[in-house]
Every structure is written in structure tokens, then in C-alpha cells.
Nanobody
């Protein structure tokens, strides 16, 4: 059973930064070659893709976060990161990590990010 555990959320002022981490369980093997991504869901809205690393390592971002967010992975730690800079109130949401393994989509429990002055 694949498990994903997110951490790093919190409350920051506009313009601040946070780094989210998503640790994948050992049962996933290596995260190399595993499509993984970060999604978010704001109150009253659907879940949307923020950033992803494809199976081949390509990084894709939602237009709203390009130039501010960066996704990366550390295979040795089985961890995917989301570095978030220049945060805006519109970034407030619960952030979820997702991995696709053998066609099955696994989700973490989510971590809250609140951007407010």
C-alpha cells in the first residue's frame, strides 16, 4: 500500500515563502519514474493541479504559480517538494500530494496553507 505524507503547511503573510514536503512510503520503491504532483483545493472550489513531475521528469506548472513555485524531488529520501515563494492570499488552500503507481492514483491527507495579513 502506497502512502504519502505531506508536511510544511502553515500560515504566512503575503509575499512569504513555504516549502511543502511529500514523503512516499517505501512500498512505492523509488520515486524515479513515478508521476507525482501537487494539487490544491480552496474552500468551495474543486481540486486543481499546481505542479507536477511527469514520468520522464518534465515539470509542469499551473499558470497562476509559474515563476513563484518550484517542484523538485529527492529520490534518496523518496520525497517531493514544493517550494512556494511570493505567496498570495489566492494561494490559500489545502495542498495535496499525488502519485500515480501502476495506474492507481494515491493521495496524501493534505496540508493547509493560509496566506493572510
Amino acid at each position: 500500500q502506497v502512502q504519502l505524507v505531506e508536511s510544511g503547511g502553515g500560515s504566512v503573510q503575503p509575499g512569504g515563502s513555504l516549502r511543502l514536503s511529500c514523503v512516499a512510503s517505501a512500498s512505492i520503491g523509488s520515486i524515479n519514474g513515478i508521476p507525482m504532483g501537487w494539487y490544491r483545493q480552496a474552500p468551495g472550489k474543486g481540486r486543481e493541479l499546481v505542479a507536477e513531475i511527469t514520468r520522464l521528469g518534465t515539470r509542469n506548472y499551473d499558470e497562476s504559480v509559474k515563476g513563484r513555485f518550484s517542484i523538485s524531488r529527492d529520490s534518496a529520501k523518496n520525497t517531493v517538494y514544493l517550494q512556494m515563494n511570493s505567496l498570495k492570499p489566492s494561494d490559500t488552500a489545502v495542498y495535496y500530494c499525488k502519485a500515480v503507481v501502476d495506474g492507481i492514483h494515491y493521495w496524501g491527507q493534505g496540508t493547509q496553507v493560509t496566506v493572510s495579513s
